[in-house]
């Protein structure tokens, strides 16, 4: 069993930066791929971005690219999502996720995610 913890999330104003994290414990091993994933409410949950163990390869959606940045801290078994010049559409619950069925190019989708942390809510105020 792997357990993510999420935690960061909060109440800011647009154009403001935050960083979320995610505290990876259990049976995790540098096979698994680490992902952020939102959902806003009445929607569908959505990836943001990958990054595999090393922390060599990411990925993110077009709509978060250049704006969030995906990292990994493998000492910490941590792993990081910053988000900058955030705006009132980035309003949703943030939460992490870890998958071994998919590589950082294919992880899209979460029905591809094996374990999911409970979330953390993000709020933007305009």
């Known amino acids: 069993q792997v357990q993510l913890v999420e935690s960061g999330g909060g109440l800011v104003q647009a154009g403001d930066s935050l960083r979320l994290s995610c505290a990876a414990s259990g049976r995790i091993f540098s096979t698994y791929v680490m992902g952020w994933f939102r959902q806003a409410p009445g929607k569908e949950r959505v990836f943001l971005a990958a990054?595999?163990?090393?922390?060599?390869?990411?990925n993110y959606a077009d709509s978060v690219k250049g704006r969030f940045t995906i990292s990994i801290d493998n000492y910490k078994n941590t792993v990081y999502l910053q988000m900058s010049s955030l705006k009132p559409e980035d309003t949703a619950g943030y939460y992490c996720?870890?998958?071994?069925?998919?590589?950082?190019?294919?992880?899209?989708?979460?029905?591809?995610?094996?374990?999911w942390g409970q979330g953390t809510q993000v709020t933007v105020s305009s």
């Open positions: 990054i595999n163990w090393s922390g060599g390869s990411t």
């Open positions: 996720a870890a998958t071994r069925r998919a590589n950082t190019r294919t992880y899209y989708a979460p029905s591809q995610t094996d374990y």
